[in-house]
């Protein structure tokens, strides 16, 4: 098993901004992925934004120009850095990994346990 620790999430006036951060705890051999999906009330979960250790991030459309992922890969940390946030940014924001414990484990998806956005009007 490995935690994956979520941070920053809180309440926050329209037009603020919030940063989240996620690391993941415990052994960890390789990652090849970090993001983050949301999940607001009655709603599925969606998401929000990935990077790959190669290449360049992925973003929803609701949110391109407004936030910014980044992955220290030292610290095994993915960081979401929330600008110019709406009230529709309001939900449960979840960190997501793919990755591998051992030289010989399988690849495996891993979830936070969440954090709170709340964007008021």
């Known amino acids: 098993q490995v935690p994956l620790v979520e941070s920053g999430g809180g309440l926050v006036q329209a037009g603020g901004s919030l940063r989240l951060s996620c690391t993941a705890s415990?052994?960890?051999?390789?990652?090849?992925?970090m993001g983050w999906y949301r999940q607001a009330p009655g709603t599925q979960r969606e998401l929000v934004a990935t990077?790959?250790?190669?290449?360049?991030?992925n973003y929803a459309d609701s949110v391109k120009g407004r936030f910014t992922i980044s992955w220290d890969n030292a610290k095994n940390t993915v960081n979401l850095q929330m600008n110019s946030l709406k009230p529709e940014d309001t939900a449960v924001y979840y960190c997501?990994?793919?990755?591998?414990?051992?030289?010989?484990?399988?690849?495996?998806?891993?979830w936070g346990q969440g954090t709170q956005v709340t964007v008021s009007s």
């Open positions: 997501v990994t793919n990755l591998r414990t051992t030289p010989t484990a399988q690849w495996g998806v891993y």
């Open positions: 415990g052994t960890v051999f390789a990652m090849n992925t």
């Open positions: 990077i790959p250790s190669v290449g360049n991030p």
